[in-house]
């Protein structure tokens, strides 16, 4: 497949919150994973569209039946209209990525989509029918394997994948990551969402907050360990716009996320042959929407002490990371690979 010149490949990173596609054309998007229909005849005419993804269906959610479709990044079982707000989102990614116009002119389109490790064992199928007549060729790997492929971090490296619904961990030993050297985590950046949620309300319980409020305050201000300064918000009570402080809720809240990382790194780390222990320790590489929160990385680097010391290296610009990983392998993988679809 990688002298094969004439197919487009793309790689999609699949996301609880966001999602980003990279296409060997050099096509980049990146979106947030909503989709929405407008709720009547009213939002319909409001809107001028059928169905409304990412961004402008956030803004637009009061007139809309909004879904986050992916959970802990994962598609909702038992939900029709989950299903299809996963493939129009698909859609929406390929089209921006060319996709379209290249099947249309007879070209093959083959696609690598990253997913939680858990899901490569319980999410395939559905995976599979929302791409079926998209794309041509498919092939669904782990997202923290995806993100090493494209770092050419395949040796004595350790990936901390850090999203909104998962963190998803993987231990490279130069080949392909087995069950055993992968972990997925359902704390993540969704949890300290929930917990934020949860601690702003029960000591400012005369705030009218929103959970989008909520996110929001957490990617401006989310941090653990030390903080010069306070973080102040601004929230409605009985209509007045109102300040609060939160800067112990939020290091309440995503200090939450350091023990459960830790504790799976160091199991993982534990699994590997002793007299590689110590460059894998030296090599543990953060990535991720939630890596990004100020202080993570060194909190984790701090917990290797433990163990005998280590390093953690933060990725800078985390988002289309798994996207480009997964364009890597599309461009590498043989035709033994791959799995076709019909459609």
């Keep these: 497949m990688a002298d094969d010149n004439k197919a487009l490949s793309v790689g999609v990173d699949l996301g609880t919150s966001r999602s980003a596609i990279s296409a060997s054309s050099g096509a980049r998007e990146l979106v947030l994973s909503y989709v929405g229909w407008p709720l009547d005849m009213v939002a319909r005419r409001v809107v001028k569209k059928d ?3 990412g961004e402008e269906a956030l803004e637009n959610r009061v007139m809309l039946d909004l879904h986050r479709p992916l959970e802990r990044g994962m598609i909702k079982e038992g939900a029709e209209r989950d299903s299809k707000a996963v493939r129009e989102l698909l859609s929406h990614l390929l089209t921006q ?3 379209d116009e290249a099947r249309e002119a007879g070209t093959p389109v083959r696609a690598v989509v990253g997913v939680p490790a858990e ?5 395939k199928q559905q995976l599979r029918s929302a791409m079926e007549g998209l794309v041509d060729s498919l092939m669904i790997v782990s997202e923290p394997f995806a993100v090493a492929y494209g770092l050419d971090a395949l040796l004595h490296a350790l990936i901390i994948d850090i999203g909104a619904g998962t963190t998803d961990l993987c231990v490279m030993n130069g080949r392909y990551p087995r069950d055993e050297d992968q972990k997925t985590l359902t704390v993540a950046g969704d949890s300290i969402d929930d917990q934020l949620e949860q601690l702003i309300g029960d000591r400012y319980p005369e705030a009218l907050v929103s959970r989008h409020m909520v996110t929001s305050w957490k990617e401006s201000g989310s941090f653990v360990g030390q903080l010069s300064g306070k973080i102040i918000v601004q929230a409605p009570v009985e209509g007045k716009p109102t300040k609060f402080d939160i800067t112990e809720e939020m290091r309440t809240a995503c ?5 459960p990382v830790v504790e799976a790194m160091n199991d993982l780390i534990s ?17 991720g929407g939630s890596s990004l929160i100020g202080g993570l990385g060194a ?15 933060v990725v800078k610009d985390p988002a289309f990371v798994g996207s480009d990983g997964g364009l890597a392998i599309a461009t590498d993988a043989p035709d033994s690979d ?6």
């Design 119 to 123: 899901a490569m064992r319980v999410n």
């Design 51 to 53: 169905c409304l993804v």
């Design 299 to 313: 909190a984790i680097q701090e917990a290797l002490q433990d163990v005998g010391g280590g390093k953690v290296r």
């Design 271 to 287: 699994r590997v042959e002793p007299e590689y222990q110590p460059k894998v320790r030296n090599n543990v590489i953060l990535t």
């Design 97 to 99: 990525a060319g996709v």
């Design 255 to 259: 200090t939450s996320l350091v023990p």
């Design 338 to 343: 791959w799995e076709t679809l019909s459609g």
